[in-house]
């Protein structure tokens, strides 16, 4: 199963030998209830209708969808060249689940690599190709929980650099970025963890993330079941904190992040970025390599998925009852982007990168460094 000791919570739940549940966070915090992924179509569902979101969870959680679909074949009745093309369709669908988060495409391209190893070894058969998948899409599991660690280990470590009072800080994140979004531990939601743990977190606050509400329903869930010293605060509220000077920095999450620095997150992460900037504030970005897509220029190239009416008109994200006048129209996407020039620093779980002398990310030469590719 993945997570970190008994009190983390759990949106992933895998079992060696084809068993994955994943926790339905559309329900939460009143209600929790596993579903159970038997094939990728389920898992295709799922994270379509945010069953399970948050980049990484939604690329681990397509990875195990497969490795549970091909653990329980009764048999494969096909060559090891078709067993790779099963394999490689399967997760181009997947990948078709949700555009915007990079990891899910990440996921695939490195899984393919993996099963086009596997057909080139010379003892290929489709039964080795399967297990060599598998095996790769559960170390992703166990990867995820010891990268994010780092990233909380950096991360604080550089907002208490920041901090005019290293001691005693106060952060204001969006969204939900710990472990109900990950495989567990978190990501911007990590780095408040890892505050907290070290003694120096006064509060942390969250934003209630609206339409879908990840904040109100999910990070605070987290924040509470952590015993984390937490505040909810409208979406709307967040520049009025700034000027009370409650916080002392922003730390979001990122879906996917361009070449130059530009990063697509949950709606309503770049309002947070210039509130930051108008209020001298650190505005901080903390997710995984993974995230970066650097066939990306700037961000005006990432695709920004636009989600259901229903979400922003009915409530409970658009599974309760209708709250807006009829005949109005509702323009939801589910993410906008922040320009690099907003954001203070991205922590990844190699570091922190920080931008040159020139003002901009080198995001190319941190990760050629610190992967050797």
Not at 13 to 21: H, M, N, R, W
Request: with cysteine.
């Amino acid at each position: 199963m993945s997570g970190e000791g008994d009190t983390t919570l759990k949106s992933i739940c895998y079992k060696p030998g084809g068993s994955l549940q994943l926790l339905d966070q559309r329900k939460l915090p009143l209600e929790t209830t596993y579903l159970e992924i038997r094939d990728t179509a389920d898992g295709w569902s799922a994270i379509q209708e945010m069953v399970v979101r948050g980049a990484p969870a939604i690329a681990i959680a397509a990875a195990l969808s497969l490795a549970v679909e091909v653990s329980n074949f009764s048999g494969f009745d096909g060559s090891s060249a078709e067993a790779v093309a099963f394999l490689e369709k399967k997760l181009d669908y997947l990948v078709s689940s949700r555009p915007t988060a990079v990891n899910l495409a990440d996921a695939s391209l490195k899984l393919k690599q993996v099963i086009a190893n596997a057909l080139a070894s010379s003892a290929a058969e489709p039964n080795s190709i399967f297990k060599a998948y598998i095996e790769a899409a559960e170390n992703m599991l166990e990867d995820d929980v010891a990268s994010n660690k780092a990233i909380g280990t950096f991360g604080s470590s550089l907002l208490r650099q920041q901090a005019k009072n290293p001691d005693k800080l106060s952060v204001l994140t969006h969204c939900n970025t710990g472990s109900l979004a990950t495989a567990g531990y978190g990501t911007a939601l990590g780095v408040i963890r890892a505050l907290h743990i070290q003694g120096v977190l006064e509060r942390a606050y969250c934003t209630e993330t609206r339409p879908f509400n990840q904040g109100s329903r999910l990070t605070a869930f987290e924040l509470v079941h952590e015993k984390i010293p937490a505040t909810l605060i409208a979406d709307s509220a967040a520049a009025a904190l700034m000027k009370d000077g409650r916080v002392d920095g922003v730390v979001v999450g990122a879906d996917r992040v361009a070449s130059n620095g530009d990063t697509a997150n949950k709606i309503g992460t770049y309002s947070l970025a210039l509130c930051a900037k108008h209020h001298g504030l650190p505005f901080y970005v903390a997710a995984p390599l993974t995230s970066v897509d650097l066939s990306l220029s700037s961000g005006k190239e990432i695709v920004i998925e636009e989600r259901t009416a229903k979400e922003l008109l009915n409530t409970h994200g658009g599974l309760g009852e209708r709250i807006a006048a009829p005949g109005i129209s509702a323009w939801n996407p589910a993410f906008d982007v922040t320009p690099a020039e907003l954001i203070a620093g991205i922590i990844t779980e190699k570091g922190v990168i920080t931008k040159n002398a020139n003002d901009a990310f080198d995001i190319s030469s941190f990760a050629k460094k610190v992967t050797g590719n």
